[in-house]
């Protein structure tokens, strides 16, 4: 079983919509969350980390469940811009670097 | 602006030609990570360096070797490059490693694309 799984799409949407993605992860004693974005052909960058209390910035709002095992990212309004692979990314162990991300989730926003 | 930088961005090589691909950080970070990524799969950690302290994955085959001289610098070396090997390779620091999320935010590069001929 993978650390973290995603379902990896493709999400196509239209501008204005909102869409939701979701993440689960198979290590209870994961610690951190984070959602990253991938342009093509480019490098991950961090988008947010995700708190359990769950965040937002503008139009993006994570959220972590610890009891189902999974982080969420939801995004309203989508831009065009928004087009990407959205990494989910877990790390497990105290100490040690242990980042697991999952393969990624590919939305494309339609004009 | 601080940064992470590699060099070059798109590399080319010949079946068992060693190879060497670089990355420097002005981020003063402790951490640094060479991760391989092919296409439509998640990067994949080889090893990283907390410090000059080095961690090598279980499965990283031997061919894949790397150097920190310094701070800034981060060195992977493919000593025989195979055509498995054709990859995007990401470089990524992190300010340190441990339980708390803000320090284990891992800043990645812009990478560097192998081809294998």
């Known amino acids: 079983r993978k650390e973290v799984e995603q379902d990896p799409g493709p999400f196509n949407v239209p501008e204005g919509a909102t869409v939701a993605f979701n993440c689960t992860y198979s290590?209870?004693?994961?610690?951190?969350f984070f959602w990253y974005r991938q342009d093509c052909r480019k490098e991950p960058k961090l988008l947010m980390s995700?708190?359990?209390s769950g965040n937002e910035d503008g139009r993006f709002t994570a959220q972590l469940n610890r009891a189902s095992q999974y982080i969420s990212l939801l995004i309203r309004d989508s831009k065009l811009s928004d087009s990407a692979t959205y990494l989910c990314?877990?790390?497990?162990?105290?100490?040690?670097?242990?980042?697991?991300f999952g393969t990624g989730t590919r939305l494309t926003v339609i004009p | 602006d601080a940064m992470v930088i590699q060099n070059p961005r798109y590399q080319v090589t010949q079946f068992g030609k060693p190879v060497t691909l670089s990355c420097s950080q002005t981020l003063n970070h402790n951490v640094m990570y060479w991760y391989q990524q092919k296409s439509s799969q998640a990067p994949k950690l080889l090893f990283h360096?907390?410090?000059?302290?080095?961690?090598n994955e279980a499965d990283t085959p031997d061919n894949f070797q790397s150097r920190r001289p310094n701070t800034s610098f981060c060195f992977l070396d493919i000593r025989s490059p195979g055509l498995g090997d054709a990859a995007m390779y990401l470089c990524a620091t992190s300010r340190d490693r441990g339980t708390s999320g803000i320090r284990q935010t891992q800043y990645f590069g812009p990478g560097t694309r192998l081809l294998v001929l």
């Open positions: 360096y907390y410090d000059k302290d080095f961690n």
């Open positions: 995700v708190y359990s």
């Open positions: 990314v877990v790390t497990v162990g105290a100490g040690a670097n242990n980042l697991f």
């Open positions: 290590n209870s004693a994961s610690q951190s």
